[in-house]
Structure formats: C-alpha cells, structure tokens
C-alpha cells in the first residue's frame, strides 16, 4: 500500500497550488484521508480531512476559506487546493488514510498509511 502526493513547488505569497494523493494497493475513497504538514522544527499538524463516513470535510483554522479539499471519485484521487498562500504555510505536506475513519481525524496517530509528502515553499 502506498499513498504518493505531489504537486508541490515554490510559489510567491498569494499564489495557488494543487497538491493530488494517489493511492496505490488500496481504494482511497473507503478511507478518510487528511492532509498534514510539517514545518523545520515543528510537529507535524493536521491542515485538512475528509470523512469517508459522511463525506464532511475539515479544516485547520490557520487554512479555514484558502484551501479545499476534494476529491475525483472516478480517478480515487484526493486533492488539497490551496489558495492565497502565506509564507507561514511553508511546509512539507502529507497525505494520510485512516482505515477506521475515527472522529479523532485532527490526530496523526489515527492513520494507517502515509505518503512521503511535497514539499511547498512559499516566498514573501
């Protein structure tokens, strides 16, 4: 099993990415799946999630209205718009699935597989 995000890149402040997690040896749409994101010298946070129970979707407050996640059901690919980036959302991001699809979507421990993460860079 494997989960590959990609779309990852340097952009200026204000400027838009799309970051895609593909799976491999599993059929991502029965998971939940969450984005997290670790900076240098931090912990890894959670940025966003999707249910596969209810399909609702959640987002850290930092990224509350700049980013979106969705999802191509005919391609079960997972995707994290990310929109008006700030300097501060310079991180390297992963994409995660939980096969329990637990209400502690936030947590990193409640997942069962992870990418290797995209690194985004964003300038001031």
């Known amino acids: 099993v494997q989960l590959q995000a990609s779309g990852g890149g340097f952009v200026q402040a204000g400027g838009s990415l799309r970051l895609s997690c593909a799976p491999s040896?599993?059929?991502?749409?029965?998971?939940?799946v969450g984005w997290f994101r670790q900076a240098p010298g931090k912990e890894r946070e959670f940025v966003s999630a999707?249910?596969?129970?209810?399909?609702?979707?959640y987002y850290a407050e930092s990224v509350k209205g700049r980013f979106t996640i969705s999802r191509a059901n005919d391609k079960d690919i997972e995707y994290l718009e990310m929109n008006n980036l700030k300097p501060e959302d310079t991180a390297v991001y992963y994409c995660?699935?939980?096969?329990?699809?637990?209400?502690?979507?936030?947590?990193?421990?409640?997942?069962?597989?992870w990418g290797r993460g995209t690194q985004v860079t964003v300038s001031s």
């Open positions: 995660a699935a939980d096969r329990s699809s637990s209400a502690d979507y936030y947590v990193p421990a409640r997942y069962d597989y």
């Open positions: 040896g599993l059929t991502l749409g029965l998971y939940t």
């Open positions: 999707r249910s596969a129970t209810n399909g609702r979707t």
